[in-house]
Structure formats: structure tokens, C-alpha cells
């Protein structure tokens, strides 16, 4: 199998993103990757809400709760000596992991899920099935 550029690692700080960032430490670990970048994705916020607060505060908030997000993928890949970018965006999450892996090139996305499929999948509008709706490359999901 030839090396991929770069795996990306959409995380939350859930056990099952911590599931995922495993994985795709031991890909990387294995030589079957060049670079690992995580992204935790952060809400959008109504347009109401910049009237009564500040653009600055909004984003120290995002910066704050993605860091959060961050921290224990971070931590894995550091205790992995598996250096490790990391990226903190805003919108709906399949869109930004699909824009993120476009701008990054990778050529995976490795990410966790809960598990559910069938009808509870549909109606609890699973992350990871938004994720494969507009991923252009391939997704691993790590249960």
C-alpha cells in the first residue's frame, strides 16, 4: 500500500474519538501516513447572538472549547511521540471536515461513532453520516 500524505481526525474528546485517534496513530505509526491533523469543529452561532456579544469574545469561546476538544487527541499523539496539527473550525461538521481534508489533502478521514445505525442513526442525524455525505475521500469510522 503506498504512503498517504495525510490522515485527518475530526475529535470531540469522547472516548469514541479517542477510539479513532488510536487508529489512526497506529496508521501512522505503521508508516502508511506522512502527517496526522486533528480538527475539532465548533458550532455556528446565530446571527442574533453577535448583537450582544462581541466577535472577539465569540472566537476566544471557539478557540477555548476547541482546545477542550482537542486535548486529549493532542495528548495521545503526544504520548505516541506522533506529532500531530491541529485545527479548530466553525459550521456544520461535515461540511468543514469535507473543506479541511480538501485544503490539507488528505487522503482518509479516521473518525469515531457511537455505534448507531438503522433508524436511530437517521433520526439522531449521526455526525459520522454527515461526514460521509460530503467527504470526497474515504472515511474509516472506528467503533
Avoid: C, W
Wanted: net charge neutral; charged share 20%; aromatic share 2%.
Amino acid at each position: 500500500m503506498a504512503q498517504m500524505k495525510a490522515i485527518l481526525v475530526p475529535v470531540d474528546g469522547s472516548e469514541n474519538s479517542d477510539r479513532a485517534i488510536k487508529h489512526a496513530l497506529g496508521l501512522v505509526a505503521a508508516g502508511l501516513a506522512a502527517d496526522l491533523h486533528l480538527l475539532n469543529v465548533q458550532p455556528s452561532f446565530g446571527g442574533a447572538i453577535s448583537t450582544f456579544v462581541g466577535r472577539d469574545q465569540i472566537d476566544s469561546y471557539r478557540r477555548e472549547e476547541g482546545n477542550k476538544g482537542l486535548a486529549s487527541a493532542v495528548a495521545l499523539a503526544a504520548a505516541a511521540s506522533i506529532p500531530a496539527k491541529v485545527h479548530i473550525g466553525v459550521g456544520r461538521q461535515g461540511e468543514v471536515v469535507r473543506d479541511y481534508a480538501r485544503k490539507l489533502g488528505a487522503d482518509l478521514i479516521v473518525m469515531g461513532t457511537r455505534g448507531h445505525t438503522g433508524l436511530s442513526g437517521v433520526l439522531l442525524g449521526s455526525v459520522a453520516q454527515d461526514v460521509i455525505a460530503h467527504s470526497d475521500v474515504p472515511v474509516t469510522l472506528v467503533k
